[in-house]
Structures are given as C-alpha cells and as structure tokens.
C-alpha cells in the first residue's frame, strides 16, 4: 500500500490548490443546492400563501439574535485556530478549538434544550373563514382591513386543556392567547416585537366546530414551521458533523501534527471551510425566519 | 509538461513509480475484494452491482408487459412462484396465483423506473465506467480520493438493497411512479406503518442514493482536475473523460434539490407536514388532518430539476464511450473533438434550465412556456452537434466493424430516433396531445434503451480485454448484437403507434378500456414477444461475459491499436495502475497521422509526431 | 394528402382549435423525417463507402467542408421558426384568449377514481363550496344553504356539451393529481388538488370522445374513464332537462320521495365528513 496520491497535502503547482480544498469546494457546492432548494421552497411556498396563512413573529428573535452571535464567533475562533497551526503554535490552536466547539455545543444546547421546547408548549388555532367574524373581538380583522394589513387568521397561546387536542369529546379549546389577541386593536401589536412577551391571562374558548386545524408548534403546524424546523435541523445536524470532526482533530491532532503539521493545518483549513458554510446558512436562516 | 523517459523505464523518484511495487497478498480477501480502495476494483464492483440491477429492471418490465399483452391471465410459471413469495398478495388477484393485480402493476412500473435509472443506468455509466476509466485516461494512480470511493460503492448498494426491501412491505413497494407526484406519494400506504411501507422506504433509499452519487461526482471532479498526468491538458482529455467531467457536475448540482424535495416528502409522510399538500386535501373521501397550505407543484419542481439534468446524466457517458469506440474503429481523430466538448458543456449548462417540459400541463402561463419552450429547443442544438461530430467522423475512416464497434453504430440512429421525437414533446402545444402518451415512453425509450445500452455494451466488448486481459467472443458479441438490435426496435418502435393512437402510459389493462387504443392494442402482444426475445438474447451476452473470464483469448496491453493512455498500462493495470512514469504528448485521438508507418501514435509515446487533431474540426 | 399523423395513427380531431395542433405536429414529423432521412442516407452510403475492406487506409483530416455547419444552421433556423411560428402563439391562444361571452362552463373534478362534472345550471352561477360538506352522497361539498346550489347537478364520468360552442372547463381534484386527456379535442391540463385551472375548446363534431386519466392517480387510475358527448344544441338542452330533474343537487339529496316534486329542500345538516377538525377552506 505504499502508493500515494499526489497532491494530498501539497497544492498542484497548475492549479494552486490541494485535493481536499477543491474537494471540500465542491461538496460546498452541492450543500449550496441543497439548502438553495429548501430555501426555494420556503419561497414558493411563502409566495403562495394566502393572506393572512403565513404567520409573522413566531420565533423567539433573541435566543435567535443571541445564537447567531455564538455561531459567527465559532467561526472567528475556528479561524485563529486554522492561523495558530498555520504559525505552529500548537497549544493555541488547541485552545481555539476547544473554544469552537464549546461554542457549537452552546448553540446546540440554546436550540435543542430550550428554544424549541418553549416552542412545542405553544399551540395555534386557525379559525374557520366563515367563523372569524364570530372571534373578530380577538383577531381585530376589521381594525387590521382599515390600515390595510393582511388579516389574522389564527389565534395563538397556551393551552389550558390540553387534551382537547386528541380528546374528540372535549368540545372547545381553552387558550391563554398571547398577548396580541387580547387587545388586537393596539398599533403596538401591527408587527411582531422583538421581546416575545408572555401570554395573556386572557382565555378564549374557541369551539371545535370554528376551528379548521388546530396543533401545537410542530412541524406539522403550517408550512412556515415546517420549513423552519426542516432547514434549521438540517443545519443542526451539519452542526453536529462539524463538531464531530473538530473534536477528532482536537483529540488525535498532535499525532498528526508531529508527523506532518502542514497535512493537519490542511485538515482544519477544510473543515474550517465547511465551518463557515454552515454559518453562512445559519445567517439566511435567521432573517428569513424570525425576523421577515 | 517534462516527463521525457520512456514508458517502460523506472524513476525512483516520480510517486507514479510505486505503482509496481504494489502487491495484494498483503491485503487478504477482504480489503482486496470487498472493501478495496483501489478504484479499479470499484468500477467493477459498480459494474457488476449495475448489471444486476440493470437485469432485475428489466425482468420486472417482462413481467409487467405479459400483463399488458395477456390482462387477467396468470403469468406462466413465474407467477404463482411469485404469489407465494410476493407477500402483499400482488400477484394473485382475484384469488388466482400469478394474476397481476393493478397495484402491483403501478409498483413494479415504479420500481422499473427507479431501478432502471438509479440503480441501473447511472451506476454502470458513471460509477463502473467512470471509476474504471477516469483514472486511466488521465494517468493517475487511483481516484483523488480512494477511501471516498469505496464509502460511496457501499453507499450505493445499501441504498440499493434498501429500495428492494420494500418488496417485503406489507403493502409492496411504491406505486407512485419513479415520479413519485404528491400527493399520492405523501398520503399513500401510510397503513402500513410510519417507515416499513414503500414510498417510505423510496425516499430514505434516494437519500442514500443521492449521497452516494455526490460522494462520487465530487470524486472524479477532483480527480480530473488535480491527477492529470503531465502533458495532459485540458484539449488533450479523451472524449470519455469529458463526458464524465461534465456528468460529476450535473450529479453534483441537480441531486440536492431532490435530496430537499425528498426530505420535505418524508416529513409530509412521517411528521404530517403539508409541504406538497394543499388546504382542503381529501383522500379516500376524507379530509385529511393536515394544516394545508401547501404545493402539489413544489415537489415536481424539485423532482424535475433533479431529474432532467438526469437524463442527460444518462446520456453524456454513453456520448462519452461512443466516441471513444467510434474514433478507434474509424482509425481516424474525432472530428469536432472542441466542438464536442463545448457542445457537452453547452447541455450541461442548459439542462438546469428546461425542467419545466416535463410540467408543461400543470397550468403554465405565456411567458413560463415560452421560456421553456426555448430552453428546450436550444438544448437540442448541442445534441445535433455531438450527434454531427460523431456522424461525420466516421467520413474517411477505414472502419472496422468489431462488435464494439456495431453497438456503437447503431447507437447513432438510435440515439437520433430518440432525440428527434424529443421534438414535438418540446412544444406545449404538440405536448398538449402527446403528453404521457406512449409516445414519450418511446421517446425516451429509444434514447436510454437502444442508446445508453448499447453505449454500454459498447464499452464492455471494448475495455473488457483491459479490465481481463482477455478478448470477449467476438462471433457471439455479433449475435448478441444483431438479435438484441432487432428485438429492441420491435419493443420501442410500435409504441409511437400506440402513442399517437392516443394511449395512455401507466395503464395497468394495456389501454383496453379506452376504445381509442383498439386499433393499436393488438401491439402489446408483438412488444410482449420482443421484450421476452431480448431477454433471452442476454444471456447469450451472460454466458460471454463470464465464459470469457476464463477461456477468452488472451491479449496485451493494447489490443485494439488504441492511442489513450489506458492502453499503455499492463491489461489488467496494477495497483497504482501504470508501469513506470506517464506522460501525454499529444492529442487523444492521433490514429493515421500522415507520414507516420503505424495507424496509430499512442498519446503516452514520447517519440513520434506531436500532433493535436483536437485542434482540427471545427 | 398523406399525412404522417394519420399514417401513425392519431385520431381524427374533433375541436376548432385541434387542427392547428395538428398542423404543427405534422410539420415536426416531417422536419423529423427530412433530417433523420438525410442523415441516414449518409449514415449508410459513409458505413459502406469507408468500411476498412473498401478504405484501407483511413484520412487523418476526414471532412473538410463547411457543410455540417450549414445544415446544423438551418435546423437552428427551422426550430425557431416553429417556435416563433407555430408553438408560441398556439400556446398563446390557449391560455390568454379565452372565449368570452356565452361559454359554457363546467366544473371538471377529478377523484380517485372517477370525475364529477359539475354544471352550474340554469342560473348559470355554482353553489359554494367546501370540503368538510364532503360526503359520499355529495361528493363536491355543494353548500345547500346556499341558494345558486341548487339547480346545480353533477354528473359522473359523462360530460355533455352543445355542438359549436365555446366550453371553458375548471378543472381540478379532490385528492392527488389527475389530469384531463381528451385527445380527439387535442386537449390536456393537470387536475391539482388546490388549485382550478381553466381551459377551453370548441367541439365541431357530435359524436362521443373519450376523456382519459393521463396522471397515474393510484390503483384505478387505468380505468378512469369519462366521455365527452357532443349532442346537437336540442340533444343537449334536453340531456340538462333530464339531469336537472333527477341528478340535480336539490333533488339527489333530498330525504327519499323521489316522484313528488318536493319544496324548497331543507338544508338538513349534511353529517360532516370527517370527525376531526381539519384544514380546508377554499
Ligand atoms: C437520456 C435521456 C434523455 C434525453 C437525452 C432526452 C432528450 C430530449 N428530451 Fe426527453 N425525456 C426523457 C429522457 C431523455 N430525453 C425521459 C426519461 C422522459 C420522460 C420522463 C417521465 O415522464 O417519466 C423524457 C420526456 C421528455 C419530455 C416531456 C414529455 C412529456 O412528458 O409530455 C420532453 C418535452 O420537452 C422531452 C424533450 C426532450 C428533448 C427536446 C431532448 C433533446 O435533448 C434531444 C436532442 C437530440 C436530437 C435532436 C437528435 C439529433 C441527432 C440526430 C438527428 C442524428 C440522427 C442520426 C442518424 C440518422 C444516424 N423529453
Ligand atoms: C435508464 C432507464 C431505463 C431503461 C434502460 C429502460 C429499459 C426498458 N424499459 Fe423502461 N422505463 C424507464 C426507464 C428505463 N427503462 C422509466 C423511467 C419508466 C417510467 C416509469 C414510470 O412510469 O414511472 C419506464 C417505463 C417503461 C414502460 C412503460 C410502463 C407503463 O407506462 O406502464 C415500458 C413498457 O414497455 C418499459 C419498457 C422497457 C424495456 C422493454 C426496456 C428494455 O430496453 C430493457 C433492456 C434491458 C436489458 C437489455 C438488460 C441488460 C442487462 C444485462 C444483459 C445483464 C447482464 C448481467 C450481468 C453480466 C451480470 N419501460
Ligand atoms: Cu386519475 Cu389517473
Ligand atoms: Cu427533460
């Protein structure tokens, strides 16, 4: 087995570059495909929304500002780390990454153990079209038509009986709504805010026979949850391959490292590379998601 | 550029050297047979898991063209053995062991379709013969990335396995077309359990399918880019090489959009999202407990941004090896050969955008049709020319009919059958009649059957001695030809009768309840007969190949006189592959160059002229 | 003359606007034929001319002349102008210049495995719709509170249409895709569930055509056959009488008495169709 492959670690003198660059290139590439059809689909889907169907303000915008910031920074660290090798400071590349990963980690946790439990607590109600006159007190549809906005087709909250949802003779649903339908004619509530503020003590009764669909924040809830939590466990799961992968190379490193540190600094380069991909996806996910 | 010794001469110094001390008997059977990395052993690997596949495909077509030719009737001998295995009770309705019943119909045509394209056709094409060639054409000593290699064979047969396990479903395998069109594949067979049911397992198997071919593409581009052998420019590639290139770039761009789609379908079916469903959705006269909202249409715009550029991944390697074959029988250069590889770049580009033809009864407007309309006729502008190319090199050649050779051919009016019924499907308003007509199914048909086949038929007769070290049987090789040519065209051929008599594809009873196809009905009986026919004549081909292996006469590293640099390694190359350092100094196609005494200069022969008919043509 | 689509088979065209398909298509297979004839001949004379025991010797520079680049200029050129000439406004006519004025409209819903074709009847207006009304007995979700449901009547599988007018059919699905195949009138649009497209044709010839399922649909979907039957405008002035009167959908879902003309139906509450609360509204 003593055949080698040319051009493994040093870059190709016609084209500038080693193997695993223009491979990691090209597998960016298709990730762009591939996050470039999901995001279609949020489009497509977004565009052919009827007025009022796609839900704005859903998401809790600072645990999201807050882990956009994690990410960006796990990316600035997993560059010193790639420039540490690059220099042969080995002890400080290993500092840098072991700070990139406990900060992909504190993404993952922020995401996977409180963000979106708090999510799948809330529950949503969309009111029938002939029975929103029956709950225009909560929807404020006449008020929104007058100032031209789309109108308010769902009532959101907590649920108080939660087994409505299964219960085919519970008859109604108790919600505690959030705060916009309990003074939905207030302009401060016109556009989602930046603070998610806590429900209402407010609890409507919505009758089963109003009701067109009715869930918890699941995926399942409408297609812009759908979407979000298809792309973002996608985007988790490309977190958690990242974090596989530096954790190896923090771990096993310095054997390579004292073999050949070029080869290791190659290693890191692309899996830095991939690194800032996922970043990057993280920075379409974030506006398109909870803010627009 | 300077690499000047001899082929045969030793340098210690160059890393292509190593390739002879390579031995096997250190490796044992596993890692040399099973999990090698050479990528030698890949390609075949890939090649006979494809033939398998290839075959299984069209053992289920000759199932499902007895039930078009003989509805009702059981099938002979095969069927009640199938009854008995077959646990959804598909074959035995009405009671009757080996009586197709319409939904095992729609599954086996599903699963033809996916097994024929994915497990079948791109395997062998881009996986055997890519994996195989790519390396040896451009004088490297293994794929960029060997161990990549070997995870993406072992990717391709699990998700193969994967895909035939859901003929032990309890409902059977998927019954919504290779197409797969939501709704019917969101909300379809959903009793028989959340994963264990067919469609299910189709889209978990793409996944993996899909993975398999970006680990692949990413693979050979990289390989074509960084291993080129000294001397061997961009201009100076085969053909084949080319073909493959550009192929890596269609799998590479146009699989993860239907790895999206398909994610998208498996939470529709699994979490009961409504990605492809809309608001009020009903099935079996029920509302359906889903939010709604969202887009039958979404998912055949994924599917076919996936699945036109597919086509072409069908076709490009087949171009590919047709080329090759055709200037090496004709003795002389390709003629167009840059005009070629612009052409072949030129169908790469645009077939990310004519998608839409395959939707062109979905509702689409003016200007969405009309921009598609375009794209299409334009993307038939750059198959004339390969088609022109590979026409006209055959003008002035002396050209020796060995059954490579004949495959390759036929392929040409095939190919042109094919792609000239292309035509009036390109133009909503002829489509408007002909859509999911036979017509298309023997539009395609002609291109992937006679085409891509013999294409790769082509390629076996003719590289097989490299991969052996022996000559498959040349008299049963033209056997094989002439009977499977003549069967094959007496399938296809009647179907654009059927077609434009109005008879609808996918329909299980042969269009018997349509009273528009009666005059075209009694040809399922003649097609039935010829698809059987070709079937038999396969295993005269069988029988060669394997009989060959063992008592095939036996040749040296170039048997056919050719000129590209896989025939300067030994037959069949070692690890590594070349003996000694590699080089290329000319063009790949120098055959008959004047002045020269042999018909030939091989491109790694650092005498002789240094000539680039490439450069020639126009 | 002879014509290539006949010689291959295609059924004789019944619509107004068929024949410029047909046109279209014929000249395609001639422009197939001419090129694949032209080079076929040079295929075969080339295969015999330069066959090694003929040609010993092959020539290195092969075709010189610039003829290819002329001929694969003049299939340029003939693309386009079918494009341009025929293609692009045939389509053109079909989706932007629907027939205005006294159309006959009918609503074409396909459903595994079957179609409804809904008429709007005499007041020319359709009855609302919604699909948690649907039930077996009433199919489409007619809303009967609704006071234009009534004279509405839906007949299954059979379509009738007056000779020599206008029809628009609003097509769409119930469940998963179907499509609408009737290739006498050269005429073929998906049905998707969520979505009513139109289109339009004119019969000018009574008869009786087949409408196709052209979407595979499921385990039925080979047989889900319609008819169009193109009577004389009294053939099917009186057809409508005889639905209205029997098919109706104030008739059909009145409780029993079928003979006596019953009064004004009461809008006895149709048993929804499914038991739990569901997405749907239109
Ligand atoms: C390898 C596969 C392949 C290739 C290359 C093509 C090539 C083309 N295809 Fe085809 N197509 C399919 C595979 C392929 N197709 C499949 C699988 C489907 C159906 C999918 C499904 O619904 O299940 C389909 C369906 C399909 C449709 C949709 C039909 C419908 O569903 O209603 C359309 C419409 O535009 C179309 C058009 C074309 C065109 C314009 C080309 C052009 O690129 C063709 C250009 C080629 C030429 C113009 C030939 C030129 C050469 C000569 C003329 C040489 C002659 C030589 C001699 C005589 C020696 N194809
Ligand atoms: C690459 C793609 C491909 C290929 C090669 C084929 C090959 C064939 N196909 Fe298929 N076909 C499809 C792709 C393909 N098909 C698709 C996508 C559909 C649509 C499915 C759908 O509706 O969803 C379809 C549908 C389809 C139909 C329509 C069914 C229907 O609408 O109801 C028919 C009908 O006859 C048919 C027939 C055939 C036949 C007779 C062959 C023959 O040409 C097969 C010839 C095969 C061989 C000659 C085998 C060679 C192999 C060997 C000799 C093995 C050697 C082994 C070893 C050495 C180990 N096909
Ligand atoms: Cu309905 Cu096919
Ligand atoms: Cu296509």
Redesign the interface.
């Known amino acids: 087995m003593e055949m080698e492959i040319p051009y493994t670690v040093s870059a190709r003198p016609d084209t500038g570059l080693y193997n695993a660059k223009i491979g990691i290139w090209l597998f960016l590439a298709s990730e762009v495909m591939l996050f470039g059809g999901l995001f279609s689909g949020y489009v497509f889907l977004r565009m052919g929304a009827q007025p009022g169907y796609w839900p704005h303000g859903m998401l809790n915008v600072p645990i999201g500002t807050l882990n956009t910031c994690i990410l960006i920074s796990s990316s600035v660290t997993a560059v010193l780390a790639w420039a540490s090798l690059k220099m042969r400071q080995f002890t400080q590349y290993q500092m840098w990454m072991a700070a990139t990963i406990v900060l992909g980690v504190l993404f993952l946790i922020i995401k996977l153990c409180y963000e979106w439990p708090e999510d799948f607590k809330r529950c949503g109600v969309y009111i029938k079209q002939e029975a929103l006159a029956k709950y225009e007190p909560y929807l404020g549809n006449q008020y929104l038509y007058s100032k031209g906005l789309p109108p308010r087709v769902e009532i959101t909250g907590e649920l108080e009986n939660e087994d409505a949802l299964t219960n085919p003779n519970t008859r109604e649903y108790d919600l505690h709504v959030d705060a916009t339908y309990a003074d939905p004619t207030n302009p401060a509530n016109d556009r989602p805010s930046f603070f998610q503020r806590p429900v209402s003590d407010k609890v409507v009764k919505i009758n089963k026979a109003d009701v067109d669909f009715a869930s918890k924040f699941y995926p399942s809830h409408n297609t812009f949850f759908g979407c979000y939590f298809l792309i973002a466990s996608l985007h988790a799961l490309h977190v958690f391959g990242g974090l596989i992968v530096f954790s190896y190379f923090l771990i096993t490193g310095s054997k390579l490292y004292r073999k050949n540190p070029e080869h290791l600094c190659n290693r890191v380069e692309v899996a830095g590379l991939f690194w800032h991909f996922v970043d990057l996806v993280w920075i379409f996910v974030f506006p398109l998601f909870y803010l627009l | 550029m300077e690499t000047s010794t001899a082929i045969h001469s030793h340098d210690p110094h160059d ?1 292509h050297g ?2 002879d ?2 031995e096997h008997h ?2 044992g059977f596993w890692r040399t047979y099973v999990f090698s990395v050479d990528h030698k052993v890949i390609g075949i690997q890939y090649a006979i898991t494809g033939l398998l596949f290839l075959f299984l495909g069209f053992c289920l077509m000759m199932m499902m063209r007895w039930q078009l030719a003989y509805d009702g009737k059981p099938l002979p001998f095969f069927g009640p053995l199938l009854a008995r295995f077959v646990k959804n009770g598909g074959m035995d309705a009405g009671g009757v062991p080996g009586v197709m ?3 095992f119909y ?1 599954s086996l045509g599903a699963m033809h379709g996916t097994i024929m394209v994915f497990l079948g056709i791109v395997p062998i094409a881009f996986g055997a013969f890519g994996n195989y060639l790519v390396p040896l054409q451009i004088g ?7 161990r ?1 290699n070997m995870a993406s064979y072992h990717a391709y047969w699990v998700g193969g396995v994967l895909m035939l396990s859901s003929f032990f479903c309890p409902t059977g395998p998927p ?3 290779w ?1 797969s ?1 939501s ?2 594949a969101d ?2 067979d959903k009793q028989a359990g959340l994963i264990f049911n067919g469609q299910t397992i189709w889209i978990l198997a793409m996944v993996i399918l899909i993975s398999s071919s ?1 680990l692949g ?3 050979i ?2 390989t074509v ?3 080129r052998a000294p001397g061997l420019t961009w201009m100076r590639m085969p053909f084949f090489t080319w073909t493959q290139l550009i192929t890596a770039f269609l799998l ?10 398909s ?2 379908q498996l ?1 529709d079916r699994v ?5 492809f ?22 998912w055949q ?2 599917f076919w ?1 996936l699945a036109h550029p597919e086509v072409y991944v069908l076709i490009l390697p087949a171009l590919g090896i047709v080329a090759e074959v055709i200037t090496n029988n ?4 390709m ?1 167009g050969y840059k005009a070629g590889i612009y052409a072949v770049m030129g169908i790469g580009f645009l077939s990310f955008v004519v998608w839409a033809h395959h939707m062109y ?6 200007v969405v ?2 921009f598609f ?2 794209t299409t ?1 334009l993307i ?2 750059p198959s ?2 390969i088609l ?1 190319c590979l ?11 060995t059954v490579p050779m004949l495959f390759a ?1 036929a392929f ?2 095939e190919f ?2 094919g792609g ?2 292309g ?2 499907l390109a ?4 489509d ?6 036979y017509y298309v199914i023997a539009h395609f048909h002609y291109i992937v059957a006679p085409g891509t086949i013999f294409a790769i038929f082509a390629g076996i007769y003719y590289w097989y001695p490299k991969a052996s070290g022996r000559m498959m049987n040349q008299f049963w090789g033209k056997v094989h030809f002439w009977l499977s040519l003549i069967c094959i065209n007496m399938i296809f051929m009647p179907m ?2 059927q077609g ?3 008879m ?1 594809r ?4 042969g269009g018997k ?4 196809s009666a ?2 009905l009694h040809w399922n009986v003649t097609i039935a007969h010829a698809a059987w026919g070709l079937g038999l004549v396969q295993f005269i081909f069988i029988f060669n190949f394997f009989w060959s292996m063992k008592f095939g006469r036996k040749v040296g590293a170039n048997p056919w006189n050719a000129t590209t640099l896989e025939w300067s390694a030994p037959s069949p190359p070692p ?2 592959n070349f003996v000694g350092p590699i080089a290329a100094y000319r063009g790949p196609y120098e ?4 002045g020269h005494p042999v ?1 030939f200069v091989p491109q790694a022969d650092p005498q002789g002229p240094r000539t680039d ?1 490439g450069a ?3 | 003359m002879f014509s290539i689509n006949h010689f291959l088979g295609m059924p004789m065209n019944a619509s107004q606007h068929g024949y410029t398909v047909d046109e279209m298509l014929e000249f395609c297979h001639w422009f197939m034929l001419a090129l694949f004839v032209g080079w076929g001949i040079f295929f075969v004379y080339t295969l015999t001319r330069f066959r090694a025991g003929r040609s010993p010797k092959a020539d290195y520079y092969g075709v010189r002349t610039k003829a290819s680049t002329h001929i694969e200029f003049m299939v340029i050129v003939i693309d386009a102008l079918i494009l341009i000439g025929f293609a692009i406004p045939i389509w053109a006519k079909r989706v932007t210049h629907f027939p205005l004025g006294d159309a006959l409209v009918v609503k074409v819903v396909g459903q595994q495995f079957f179609w409804n074709f809904h008429y709007a009847g005499p007041d020319g207006v359709f009855g609302r719709q919604d699909s948690s009304l649907m039930s077996s007995s009433n199919q489409l979700g007619i809303d009967l509170t609704d006071p234009h449901s009534k004279d509405d009547f839906v007949s299954m599988n059979e379509m009738h249409v007056p000779v020599n007018r206008d029809v628009i059919l609003e097509i769409t699905s119930k469940d998963v895709i179907h499509s609408v195949s009737i290739p006498s009138m050269r005429l073929g649009q998906d049905a998707i569930p969520g979505a009513e497209i139109p289109v339009w044709f004119k019969p000018v010839k009574i008869g009786t055509y087949e409408i196709v399922c052209a979407q595979l649909c499921g385990s039925g979907h080979y047989s889900m056959r319609g008819t169009v039957v193109v009577d004389s405008q009294s053939d099917y002035e009186s057809w409508v009488k005889d639905e209205e009167q029997n098919a109706s959908i104030g008739a059909t879902l009145m409780p029993a008495t079928p003979a006596s003309a019953a009064p004004a139906p009461a809008p006895a509450s149709p048993a929804p169709a499914a038991p739990v609360p569901a997405g749907g509204q239109k």
């Open positions: 890393p190593h390739g001390h390579a250190d490796l019943t319409p939904d729609n490297a000593p293994d794929m960029a990335f060997p990549l019954k919504s077309g197409t069109y709704p019917l909300l379809m970006l593409s990413v693979n581009i990289t880019i960084q291993l590479l761009l146009a699989f993860p959009p239907l790895e999206a789609g994610f998208m939470m979490f009961g999202t409504s990605f469903l809309p608001h009020g959705e009903v099935f079996n006269n029920q509302l359906v407990n889903v939010s709604g909202g969202g887009s039958p249409l979404l715009h994924l941004f004709t003795r002389r250069p003629w009864l979905t509702g689409m407007g003016r049709s009309t309309q375009t006729i038939s502008v004339v020319i022109t026409l006209l090199s055959l003008w002035g050649g002396s050209i020796r009919f051919t040409l009016p042109g059958i000239l019924t035509i009036p133009f909503t308003s002829t408007l009649f002909l859509h999911d007509t654009f009768l434009m008599a109005g609808h996918r329909g299980f009873d309840t349509y009273t528009l005059p075209a690890h590594g055959y008959s160059v004047p018909d008919a020639l043509g126009h």
